[in-house]
């Protein structure tokens, strides 16, 4: 992505950095302290370069740029969470969630502006899609939050299909993953997806080490289409068939998703057929009960949750019921979204 002429360098690897610094006879090793700086201590300009000589910060920046992330509104839930609104070069806005607990920092990451994908039970979806998030405005989420919170794992799960933002999104990781910058190791990432089937294929192959969590929320194709949009496209034999795929690629185990809406997927035999689906796959069912996003979507009595998590166990399908996370400050699964311009500016704590 270019802007004024020159080049997004947050979105540049530490290598390819120091091929563009010899090239500029710039010595190699400034590269390795410039992205030091970039990404892990989130500098905003090339002034904030501390131990770059002023004579050094002026040559990177007549060629490349600091991708803008302003953090623009940031809300507190009951249990911890936090959510920020960032905005973009372009005006544009993505929220980033952060889910502390006691062995683990948590942040969900946004990987476009809005949504093409249209899930029913989704805000995001709503809104439509405006654009992809560059590698550098991805990572950037990170780094911003883990100048006050030391991150230890990464979710793509917010605003977005990551898997239509593939390169970008491992671009992210690998800026992550470098020793130079946070150096996350490639276990602590997972990216969520909605099921689109040739980039599952391609993660397998090229990105093994990377978890993978699908958004199912149904276990057959007639009520998956109506639903996710995306079914249409990939139903479910193929969707399975990438997965089977990805675990034996990868041996790894892999996460399903499944958000449960009252009357619609709740039922005994919905979990009789998520069971008969998932069977004899190295798998783990995520429950959802779905989260208040405009009414559009009930959710279940938490007896009906229960009773469908029971079934699955006894079944031998590992599955847990999500821990409810930042409901009271729209933050949960589902409820991103771009905020309306008249509060992008407020800072807001929920008590």
């Not at 500098?43 to 910060?57: H, R, V």
């Not at 093994?208 to 958004?215: C, D, F, R």
């Not at 109506?226 to 034996?248: S, W």
């Amino acid at each position: 992505m270019e802007k004024k002429g020159t080049l997004e360098i947050n979105s540049i690897s530490l290598e390819a950095l120091e091929r563009d610094f010899v090239e500029m006879e710039i010595p190699k090793y400034r590269a390795a302290q410039v992205f030091r700086w970039i990404h892990k201590y989130a500098a905003a300009s090339f002034s904030d370069l501390k131990n770059i000589p002023g004579t050094l910060q002026t040559a990177p920046a007549a060629h490349f740029y600091i991708s803008e992330l302003t953090p623009m509104a940031e809300r507190t839930s009951a249990d911890g969470t936090v959510k920020y609104l960032f905005g973009l070069f372009d005006g544009q806005t993505v929220e980033t969630v952060l889910i502390p607990e006691e062995d683990r920092v948590t942040v969900c990451v946004s990987t476009q502006v809005g949504c093409a994908m249209g899930c029913s039970f989704c805000a995001t979806g709503h809104a439509g899609f405006v654009r992809n998030l560059s590698s550098g405005e991805i990572a950037k989420q990170v780094e911003y939050i883990n100048k006050s919170s030391q991150v230890t794992n990464i979710v793509f799960m917010g605003m977005g299909e990551p898997l239509l933002n593939y390169g970008a999104v491992i671009g992210a990781i690998r800026l992550l993953n470098c020793e130079a910058g946070i150096g996350l190791g490639l276990r602590r990432f997972t990216i969520s997806t909605c099921g689109i089937v040739p980039r599952i294929y391609q993660l397998a192959d090229e990105q093994g080490q990377v978890g993978l969590a699908v958004s199912l929320h149904a276990a057959d194709d007639q009520k998956r289409r109506q639903i996710m949009p995306i079914a249409e496209k990939y139903p479910l034999e193929e969707l399975m068939a990438a997965c089977r795929y990805h675990v034996r690629k990868t041996r790894r185990r892999i996460t399903f998703e499944y958000v449960l809406i009252a009357d619609f997927n709740d039922g005994l035999d919905d979990a009789a057929v998520l069971a008969r689906l998932l069977a004899g796959l190295n798998c783990h069912v995520n429950l959802i009960p779905v989260n208040p996003v405009g009414g559009t979507c009930q959710r279940p009595d938490s007896k009906v949750v229960q009773c469908f998590a029971r079934y699955l166990s006894q079944h031998s399908i590992p599955t847990t019921i999500r821990r409810e996370r930042g409901l009271d400050i729209e933050a949960a699964c589902g409820q991103l979204k771009q905020a309306a311009r008249e509060v992008a500016h407020e800072n807001t704590r929920s008590d």
